[in-house]
């Protein structure tokens, strides 16, 4: 075989094997996102049921029992019977309840994510995070004039001292459901009534940004039947000076008149958080 016919050679079986690499190659699209759910599963165990899904390893309820140990955890797992099925029941006592013995002009039991949870649970600039959770006030729920918030987001790090959103309980003629933006603006209001002993669920998308979107729906469990709606597609999400932010679920009530509240519960179940 003369030197240039080998040449030839090598260069057909060249372009050959780059031929069939290319073929070979086969694109693997990135796993879809998966939500993280936690959903009640039974008594006991209940704060461990909860940090294990929120931050393992690591406490995600911030409750009063620091103050109030006699009535044992304020969170319990109950059977409800509109659901079929076992639900959080959150705890708030007028008398004996505070902040975790931090403040004591107001009572706290909550879950959260925070600076120990996995990345895929916290908020960051950018990310699209979906949250879901069903609800059910008591019958005859009595809020705070002041604050008594259901549901958070709050910014970390920063300018983190208030939250960015709020779904907020109010006393009022008559009492009120609010969702507030920057601890500021309310850009919804409904009548409280609408949710006292009835199971909704809430879906809330955002996406992290100076100019973010925002949207929440909650709807009648049992119709469908939609109570309160909003969105906007240019909105803060994040202050500047955050690090990311975080939801948060449960009872934070202002002490400032007490007088105004009473002993109460609301249940919760089917926590979810996916973030794209």
Request: proline share 6%; glycine share 6%.
């Amino acid at each position: 075989m003369s030197k240039e016919m080998f040449i030839i050679v090598l260069l057909f079986l060249n372009v050959m094997c780059n031929k069939k690499s290319s073929q070979d190659i086969i694109v693997v699209p990135p796993p879809p996102s998966q939500a993280v759910v936690l959903k009640a599963d039974g008594p006991g165990n209940t704060y461990e049921l909860i940090n294990s899904k929120l931050a393992p390893g690591f406490d995600a309820v911030e409750h009063p029992e620091c103050v109030h140990p006699s009535f044992g955890r304020h969170i319990a797992e109950v059977f409800d019977a509109e659901l079929n099925t076992n639900v959080f029941e959150f705890y708030s006592h007028v008398a004996e309840d505070n902040d975790r013995c931090i403040n004591f002009d107001r009572q706290r039991i909550e879950i959260k994510t925070y600076d120990q949870s996995p990345a895929n649970l916290i908020g960051t600039l950018g990310e699209t995070i979906t949250y879901k959770w069903k609800f059910r006030m008591a019958p005859g729920f009595k809020p705070s004039s002041s604050f008594t918030h259901i549901h958070q987001i709050k910014p970390v790090n920063g300018d983190d001292g208030t939250p960015l959103f709020t779904l907020t309980a109010r006393k009022g003629t008559p009492n009120k459901l609010e969702l507030i933006h920057d601890n500021t603006t309310k850009v919804a209001i409904v009548n409280l009534s609408l949710f006292e002993g009835v199971w909704v669920e809430a879906t809330e998308i955002l996406k992290v940004g100076a100019n973010g979107t925002y949207s929440i729906e909650i709807k009648k469990v049992s119709d469908g039947t939609t109570i309160l709606n909003y969105s906007n597609n240019n909105l803060m999400t994040i202050r500047p000076s955050n690090d990311f932010i975080r939801p948060k679920w449960g009872i934070y009530r202002s002490l400032n008149s007490p007088a105004d509240l009473r002993d109460d519960s609301i249940r919760f179940n089917d926590f979810s958080i996916e973030e794209k």
